[in-house]
Nanobody, 124 residues
Framework: QVQVVESGGDLVQAGGSLRLSCTPS????????LGWFRQAPGKEREGGLC?????????YYADSVKGRFTISRDNAKNTVYLQMNSLKPEDTAMYYC????????????????WGQGTQVTVSS
């Protein structure tokens, strides 16, 4: 049974940083592209970033996070990370980890597995 578990969400002040982690289990980690999506209250879920299965390529789905957010993965630890810097109140959302065949697939919402989400709240 596949499980995707996110952690690291918290309440942080504007300008601060957080690092989210996602650890899928029950699958061959190195076979999957992994992405981070977010959903703010009353809004649709939006894609943020994705990293290819090999870790050699990253994709930014949202201009709003470029230069502030970074995605990385450690295939030895079966973990993908989202480093978030210079956080803004508009970054407040539930953040979801997703696993799929390719980053292009994840962008099209062809997601094989979703996590349950971790809450990030940025206060002004």
């Amino acid at each position: 049974q596949v499980q995707v578990v996110e952690s690291g969400g918290d309440l942080v002040q504007a300008g601060g940083s957080l690092r989210l982690s996602c650890t899928p289990s029950g699958l061959t980690f190195g076979d999957y592209a992994l992405g981070w999506f977010r959903q703010a209250p009353g809004k649709e879920r939006e894609g943020g970033l994705c990293i290819s299965s090999s870790g050699t390529t990253t994709y930014y789905y949202a201009d709003s996070v470029k230069g502030r957010f970074t995605i990385s993965r450690d295939n030895a630890k079966n973990t993908v990370y989202l480093q978030m810097n210079s956080l803004k109140p508009e970054d407040t959302a539930m953040y979801y980890c997703a696993a799929g065949q390719q980053c292009r697939s994840l962008l099209s919402r062809k997601v094989d597995y979703w996590g349950q989400g971790t809450q990030v709240t940025v206060s002004s």
